[in-house]
């Protein structure tokens, strides 16, 4: 919330700077996340009176003007503002002044005739066009002639922008800030001073009695607080400078000034109010309910909305929504120019239907920023009555006999107890019970005191206070959290240092940042579609979110992968296509439709395009599947299982590539997949050939390792032996590998296949596979006998398990 120090200043004395003060604010309360003056570094704005406006002889849209600034000379001004008239009192940027984004006027010729200065818009010194009243979009701002405004006054000071305005970053909890007496509250305590705020007194003028004109009802659960008043014989104009000034320093438009009574009211008491025009309400009766099936509503911005079923609040005229309740009213019923009879209405709304419906509508302003935290139940009929009685002053209206209410429920302070031991001993101090009767004192609070409880009557103003907790936290606040002294903490020392988890999490990290992938994390919720793709179980049920933010974060994922090809996606988009990542998070899984999801951590990887460039001395190599399935191999390798990893071809995922996939194994569990993604699929992100893998990184963590020893290196040289076979073709290299490591003897240390040969001079169905056995003994010199004995024991297992042909 933007809050106007000037305003401010109305409640409490302030002698502080603005920063000082919102230091003061952020160390207490809440974050300041800007504290900013309007005028910012411009100069040389002032205020003048147009004493004539000629033709331009050599323009056929600009004119001649000449301004009255209260010196002996007037100005002659050029201008091509479309509403420049006599009389009229506007904005002059003098020569040599600077205005808005630094730009300077300076005074010369348009059209061969001189002009000393510019007329000026409210955009041209800062104002936003969110904000800048409609009425004046296409031309200069002139200001209305009852306002006490004159010749050569400070243009700046005029229109409130040598205020200073703090912009308060409000969290949920503290909605009670989200008005400029729930800010003056805090102010208050803060200096100890007890905010003066504004009197409420209305004057029911005319003779009408409301109950005569309109009939309400409202469901107690949808609203319960419902109020309505009516001012009659109002007159629809501009508002008063002093009301405009507030509204745009709070970063509000002005539109009229019924609308802007209501929206001044609501920053004062933090209760929005909605204005309907009586006319256009021709049942002459308002009813709050629930949206029926296919109903729609045209908002005031000019979007038509269809209603769900049971799910908007809207207040109707017993047939048709004339607005969507505690979001933001209705086109049809909209306060004109040619309203005369207006219906003001105050309510407490369901906060749970008000946020569902501002969410599903993308439709978030500020009656719903404040009915969804929550709004001050005491103030309801007192804003009613400020708004009604403030709209009779600015718009010469009658206030009807009377207020309207369908539901008035009362909401009883709540009490709380906490004892002056318990909050010395929680905040680590030595509080007397005069200190902290004088913190609550200062907050406002009503209480009570038992030997050593506090017995505090908690204001309905404060909705956040429910429990003792709450009580210490703002004697923390009020006293000061820099006033609290630091302290060693008591007790016994322990060991920091890592969980087996979290040193596996970050080794993980380290090995696979060391393969050349870079870490991404990606958004937990994703959409329903990519949240079943490439799961590990095809029976698990999707958990879905019952209020979403967005369509695209609806369900909790089951995989990394799809957040990492969404992040390839992004990169292809941005012509990078040598991409490396992986990604270390959980994933959620529910096995029946009403429990909670179980959080299992997994590891993921995707890497496409090439794993290096062309340069002098070396091709490029794309990554394959051999490339990622190393990967693979290098990371497991690294946890030292007991049990012999294997990598099993398999289609079971529908994602993946089925002649490129692979399960993979730790002994007889399965562990994740490693392969390329289906073209397909691919294509439906917008990706170039990706390969990917996944793990369950928590099952990685609970099987079973061996324990790391040290091995000799040996001193003595190695033998080798070459050896070429001829096999069927449909016999894995893994499978020839095993064979040969299990017969090969103890002095085998590395087996290398370093040639696969399929064609010419090759019977059809076979392939030649060539392998380099090493032999080596760590406590000696091996003698050609050895080496041939295991050897060809090794030849004659190839032939009689596999048939093989020696080359």
Do not use: C
């Not at 409640?11 to 207490?28: G, Q, S």
């Not at 990887?605 to 001395?617: T, V």
């Amino acid at each position: 919330m933007k809050v106007s120090l000037d305003w401010l200043k109305e409640y409490i004395d302030i002698d502080l700077k603005p920063n000082v003060l919102a230091e003061k604010i952020a160390r207490t309360a809440v974050e300041i996340e800007e504290v900013s003056q309007p005028v910012e570094d411009m100069s040389g704005v002032i205020v003048g009176k147009v004493l004539s406006v000629e033709p331009h002889p050599d323009s056929d849209h600009m004119v001649i003007t000449q301004i009255d600034i209260n010196e002996d000379e007037p100005v002659q001004i050029v201008t091509g503002a479309p509403n420049v008239a006599v009389n009229q009192l506007v904005i002059l940027a003098k020569h040599n002044a600077k205005i808005a984004n630094g730009k300077k006027i300076k005074k010369g010729k348009l059209r061969g005739v001189t002009s000393n200065g510019m007329l000026a818009a409210l955009q041209e010194i800062g104002f936003d066009d969110k904000i800048a009243p409609k009425d004046f979009e296409d031309g200069i701002w002139v200001f209305d002639e009852n306002e006490q405004v004159k010749p050569g006054d400070d243009a700046f000071k005029v229109l409130g922008m040598r205020d200073w305005i703090l912009e308060t970053g409000i969290t949920p909890n503290r909605a009670d800030m989200l008005s400029m007496n729930g800010t003056a509250y805090e102010v208050g305590a803060m200096l100890k001073q007890k905010p003066r705020l504004p009197k409420v007194v209305i004057s029911e003028t005319s003779e009408l009695e409301t109950k005569n004109l309109l009939k309400i009802s409202a469901d107690e659960e949808l609203a319960p607080k419902y109020m309505v008043r009516i001012v009659d014989n109002v007159e629809i104009k501009d508002s008063p400078l002093w009301l405009q000034k507030k509204l745009w320093n709070a970063g509000m438009r002005p539109i009229n000034n019924v609308v802007d009574a209501t929206n001044y009211a609501m920053l004062v008491f933090g209760q929005p109010l909605h204005a309907f025009d009586y006319d256009q309400i021709k049942s002459n009766e308002l009813i709050v309910r629930l949206s029926k099936e296919a109903e729609t509503l045209k908002t005031l911005d000019s979007i038509e909305r269809v209603l769900r079923p049971n799910q908007d609040i809207v207040v109707t005229d017993g047939e048709t929504p004339l607005m969507l309740a505690g979001v933001m009213g209705g086109a049809s019923t909209e306060v004109t120019s040619e309203s005369t009879r207006i219906i003001l209405e105050a309510a407490v709304f369901n906060s749970h239907y008000v946020r569902a419906t501002a969410r599903r509508h993308d439709l978030h302003s500020e009656a719903s920023q404040r009915f969804e935290r929550g709004v001050n139940w005491d103030d309801t009929e007192k804003t009613l009555n400020f708004a009604a009685q403030l709209i009779a002053e600015i718009a010469n209206g009658n206030v009807t006999k009377g207020v309207l209410t369908a539901n008035n429920v009362i909401k009883k302070p709540v009490k709380v107890t906490v004892s002056l031991d318990r909050i010395n001993k929680v905040l680590g101090l030595s509080l007397t019970k005069d200190n902290v009767l004088a913190i609550f004192n200062q907050l406002g609070f009503l209480t009570e005191l038992n030997n050593n409880e506090f017995e505090v009557t908690i204001p309905n103003r404060r909705w956040d206070i429910s429990i003792s907790a709450d009580l210490i936290e703002e004697v923390a606040r009020i006293y000061g959290y820099d006033n609290i002294p630091s302290t060693l903490p008591s007790g016994r020392p322990t060991v920091g240092k890592l969980s087996y988890k979290q040193r596996v999490i970050r080794s993980s990290r380290h090995l696979l940042e060391g393969l050349g992938l870079s870490q991404a994390i990606s958004y937990g919720l994703t959409t329903e579609d990519k949240a079943k793709m490439f799961s590990f179980n095809a029976n698990v049920h999707v958990t879905k979110l019952n209020y979403p933010m967005t369509q695209e974060r609806t369900t909790t994922r089951m995989s990394l992968i799809t957040g990492l090809l969404d992040d390839i996606a992004y990169n292809n988009a941005r012509k990078q296509f040598n991409i490396a990542l992986y990604e270390q998070g959980r994933v959620f899984y529910r096995t029946t439709d009403d429990a909670r999801p179980t959080e299992i951590e997994h590891i993921a990887g995707a890497i496409s395009g090439k794993l290096s460039n062309d340069n002098w001395h070396t091709n490029q190599l794309n990554v394959d599947f051999y490339a990622i399935k190393g990967v693979i191999e290098t990371y497991l390798k690294h946890f030292n299982f007991k049990a012999k990893i294997s990598f099993k071809p398999t289609k079971d995922f529908l994602q993946m590539h089925p002649g490129r996939t692979a399960a993979i194994f730790i002994g007889e569990h399965f562990v994740g997949i490693v392969g390329q993604v289906h073209p397909l699929v691919a294509q439906q992100f917008k990706i170039k050939e990706t390969y990917v893998f996944e793990l369950d990184l928590q099952q990685l963590l609970t099987l079973k390792k061996k324990d790391r020893e040290y091995k000799v290196i040996s001193k003595f040289p190695s033998i080798t032996r070459d050896i070429a076979i001829l096999v069927d073709e449909n016999i894995e290299h893994a499978t020839i590998k095993h064979l040969i490591d299990k017969n090969g003897g103890k002095q085998l240390v590395d087996i290398t296949l370093f040639d696969v040969y399929s064609g010419k001079n090759i019977l059809p169905g076979k392939k030649s596979m060539a392998y380099t056995l090493t032999y080596q003994d760590v406590n000696k010199t091996l003698i050609d006998e050895e080496v041939n004995k295991a050897f060809d024991k090794v030849v004659k297992v190839l032939i009689n398990e596999l048939d093989a042909e020696i080359r």
